[in-house]
């Protein structure tokens, strides 16, 4: 219990530096002019003369600029939606604590402004006192075995594992009523399903998720569950394309440790269940999250093994038209002090031969869809949040350009990066 509370004093005294300096006018207000922005339905540039921005919310578009609110020229420029890490881990450890704040005002920065954390612990997360992306908390899910994985121990703090409120342990005697009370009284935006779940138990959880409008996503493969299931089952995004082979396999593993890092390497990507798989996950708008520089190495001009089949099946998936969403699973270089979502993107577009417009609508649009927030997330349109990026180069004609930001607007307000990463 003490290491839990030094874990909170350290989370508020180290948010105490990492605050942005913003320019901006006192009522709020901004225009932004001479807009090339993306419209994120088409994948197209447009052009605006103004685009007005008040108290955080894109107030209107068109010839008319707001009176008296600053003026931000940006002829020359591209704007975008604020880019979405769907998959990050903020407090999986102790160490974690000391530099949070520290990247999550990096990661902003650096054009992220939304972020999904996947099963952190989520009271420590909430006490976070810093500048940066919007977080939006999961519940994690798993079979009871699961949960001796040393990983969850601080995740759970201060509780025992699997009975953080945060947190459910699906045993032989499930209980959808029990389950449905805890995730509702858990005050989190989503569901995880990680591990150790059969397919019967995954219908009945997904059933839950859909009646209450909660997203759901998953691992690809949730031992013994293989991604047709959680398919079949309407679970809405499937996460880590390395998991996606277990779709090939006669029999899975009943549990997530005893599984090979990377089965089946000789099952062909494209082989008739893969195609199956995808024309199932268009149809019915199940996103892809891939993960894909989890394991790719800049330093090593041959792609690995598991790379190249990862990127044969993104690219059957791209063909079936599978919309991708793109999360990291480690967010932030802290070397670099960058957010790895360019780095996602990088090797998705450049390594895999992906559209460039298939990967940044899943870092915005789709990225929004598969956190519920379609309607105020993830456009650049009336009524929607203004978490913004201005780049200085096109990122649809080379994906590399996203790290060419110029400014990051984030609820309206321009955060200047001259000022701030010192």
Not at 95 to 109: F, G, Y
Not at 127 to 132: K, L, S, T
Not at 154 to 178: L, R, T
Not at 285 to 295: A, K, R, V, Y
């Amino acid at each position: 219990m003490k290491s839990f509370k030094n874990s909170m004093v350290t989370l508020i005294m180290f948010a105490q530096v990492f605050f942005v300096a913003y320019a901006n006018n006192e009522n709020g207000q901004i225009t932004l002019a001479n807009v090339q922005y993306l419209d994120t339905t088409s994948m197209k540039f447009r052009h605006v003369k103004f685009l007005n921005l008040d108290s955080g919310i894109i107030h209107s578009m068109g010839e008319k600029r707001l009176h008296g609110s600053e003026l931000l020229d940006l002829s020359g420029k591209f704007l975008t939606p604020g880019l979405i890490d769907t998959h990050v881990h903020l407090l999986m450890s102790e160490s974690d604590t000391k530099r949070v704040p520290e990247a999550l005002n990096d990661v902003l920065l650096d054009g992220v402004t939304s972020v999904r954390d996947m099963a952190g612990n989520n009271q420590l997360i909430s006490d976070i006192q810093a500048e940066g992306p919007d977080i939006y908390q999961s519940f994690l899910v798993a079979g009871k075995s699961f949960f001796t994985d040393p990983r969850v121990k601080f995740a759970s703090m201060p509780y025992q594992p699997g009975e953080a409120p945060w947190q459910y342990q699906v045993g032989s005697d499930f209980n959808h009523k029990d389950f449905e009370l805890k995730l509702k009284n858990s005050h989190t935006h989503g569901i995880k399903l990680y591990a150790n779940i059969a397919p019967l138990h995954i219908k009945k959880i997904t059933e839950v998720a859909r009646n209450h409008q909660i997203p759901i996503y998953s691992h690809a493969t949730v031992f013994p569950s293989k991604p047709s299931d959680l398919v079949n089952a309407g679970v809405e995004t499937l996460v880590h394309a390395a998991l996606l082979p277990w779709e090939g396999s006669r029999k899975v593993k009943e549990q997530y440790h005893s599984r090979p890092r990377f089965p089946n390497e000789h099952v062909d990507p494209r082989a008739p269940q893969f195609e199956e798989l995808f024309a199932d996950m268009a149809q019915k708008g199940i996103f892809l999250e891939p993960t894909i520089s989890l394991f790719h190495s800049e330093n090593n001009s041959q792609p690995t093994r598991i790379t190249q089949w990862v990127c044969e099946s993104l690219r059957l998936a791209e063909e079936k038209k599978v919309p991708l969403v793109i999360g990291t699973d480690n967010m932030i270089n802290h070397d670099q002090r960058t957010s790895n979502i360019h780095k996602e993107m990088s090797v998705l577009v450049n390594t895999c031969g992906l559209n460039a417009t298939t990967v940044l609508r899943g870092a915005t649009l789709n990225g929004a869809i598969s956190l519920g927030l379609e309607n105020s997330l993830g456009k650049i349109s009336v009524g929607y949040k203004a978490d913004m990026v201005v780049f200085d180069e096109n990122p649809l004609k080379d994906i590399s350009q996203t790290k060419s930001i110029h400014v990051v607007i984030k609820e309206g307000r321009i955060l200047k990066l001259s000022d701030s990463k010192i």
